[in-house]
């Protein structure tokens, strides 16, 4: 798919406030500091849409950018930022699991999980939550240009091996780099075809 037009659309702090139209949401979760801004960037080769940042825990709504003129690409708050105020701790906050569970828009999201690091128990907690309620998602293991190949080989073959401990069926996943546009291709595919299915 061809990103032709990216525009921001707006911010929720509810998701009674996300936009009332029938497009598909496809949306962008992880850790704070995982990537997720800088990969909505790459992505959509706007530089400025998304605001990346040094600081974890900057983005604490719910952004919805519109691409094409047909669906919502979701920028969601990181999860796992202990330093925010005490309403929005806990594992995952009540604005995460609104838009995850209750939200109809929300067609398909990816779980962002760093390359570099082993597999992180917040992280293994969400994708067991999102399994359990049967909420379609997919992996993307970002920063890939902080490892080489063979690194980066062995780092997914352990990811895997420690989700194949729970889960029979492993969720589709992608390797991205936001510095070098890579997994840019087969990531904006498989939306493409994502948003097509029913
Ligand atoms: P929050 O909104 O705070 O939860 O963070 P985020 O997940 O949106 O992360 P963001 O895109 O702001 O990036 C966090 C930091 O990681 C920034 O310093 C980015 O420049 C850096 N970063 C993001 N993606 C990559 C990447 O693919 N490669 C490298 N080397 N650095 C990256
Ligand atoms: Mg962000």
């Known amino acids: 798919m061809k990103v032709t037009k990216a525009i921001?659309?707006?911010?929720?702090?509810?998701?009674?406030?996300?936009?009332?139209?029938?497009?598909?949401?496809?949306?962008?979760?992880?850790?704070s500091n995982v990537g997720k801004s800088s990969l909505i960037n790459m992505l959509t080769q706007h530089g400025g849409l998304a605001k990346v940042s040094a600081t974890p825990g900057k983005t604490r709504l719910i952004n919805h950018?519109?691409?094409?003129?047909?669906?919502?690409?979701?920028?969601l708050p990181g999860y796992g930022y202990a330093r925010t105020s005490k309403s929005q701790r806990g594992a995952f906050s009540k604005i995460i699991t609104d838009y995850i569970?209750?939200?109809?828009?929300?067609?398909?999201?990816?779980?962002?999980?760093?390359?570099?690091?082993?597999p992180q128990k917040i992280d293994l907690e969400f994708i067991n939550l999102l399994g359990e309620n049967g909420v379609?998602?997919?992996?993307i293991f970002t920063k890939a240009d902080k490892l080489s190949a063979a690194q980066r080989k062995r780092s997914i073959e352990h990811y895997t091996t420690v989700l194949?401990?729970?889960?029979?069926?492993?969720?589709?996943?992608?390797?991205?780099?936001?510095?070098r546009g890579m997994g840019r291709e087969e990531i904006l595919d498989f939306i493409e075809k994502c948003i097509e299915t029913v």
Do not use: T
Request: net charge negative.
């Open 65 to 75: 950018f519109l691409i094409n003129n047909s669906w919502y690409l979701v920028d």
């Open 136 to 139: 379609p998602f997919g992996l």
């Open 101 to 118: 569970f209750k939200c109809e828009k929300m067609h398909f999201l990816f779980v962002l999980v760093d390359i570099r690091l082993e």
């Open 8 to 31: 921001f659309k707006c911010s929720s702090e509810r998701i009674s406030q996300v936009p009332k139209d029938a497009l598909r949401d496809i949306a962008f979760i992880g850790r």
């Open 164 to 179: 194949s401990e729970q889960w029979e069926e492993l969720p589709p996943y992608f390797v991205s780099s936001s510095e």
